[in-house]
């Protein structure tokens, strides 16, 4: 009953459905790598190499873009945060459910495998996000150093301009 056979339904669908959609709310700690059924979703597609797509809020998003244009300071905070996943630590509502899931990981390719599967897709994300960011930053520029303003000085841009829609924040990796 109920999560009974959790595992081999969940790996079926998403093996047909050939990749899968992480919700966060924040990347410094988010709610969804502190639950073990989320955990176990990123578990399951680590152990058949699902392709896993990261999304969350555009002002969450506007936030990491903010963090990356701050330079080095923003990245290590960035860094930082990717440093503290840790997946053991997750919980269930459910203690029985929590062990189960638990197990399942240390009996097959354990934390570490799933800390770092999910860092590793993390990390790729973040460096779209970095790439974009740039890219805007420097049309930011450009159009500064290109177009006058009224009074004839130049245009003020600045890094506030930077756009948290499109497909960045719905990129797969």
Known sequence: AGSD???????????????????LDTWERPVY????????EQFVASTIEIEVQFVMPKATAKQLQGEI???SEGIDRVINALSQVDS?????????DEVKV??????????RH???HVTDVMTTW????????????????????ALPSSDGGSV????NDINCEGPLFRATF
């Open 88 to 96: 053991a630590r997750a919980e269930a509502w459910k203690l029985e």
């Open 69 to 71: 244009a701050l330079g």
């Open 5 to 23: 056979n959790l595992e081999s339904v969940f790996k079926d669908n998403l093996k047909r459905i050939g990749k899968m959609v992480a919700i």
């Open 33 to 40: 790598l502190t639950r073990i059924w989320t955990v176990f």
């Open 114 to 116: 799933v800390d770092a």
């Open 102 to 111: 638990k197990s399942m990981i240390q009996d097959t390719v354990g934390f």
């Open 156 to 159: 003020q841009a600045d890094s």
């Open 126 to 145: 973040i460096g779209k996000v970095v790439e974009q960011t740039c890219r805007e930053l420097l049309e930011i520029a450009r159009a500064k150093n």
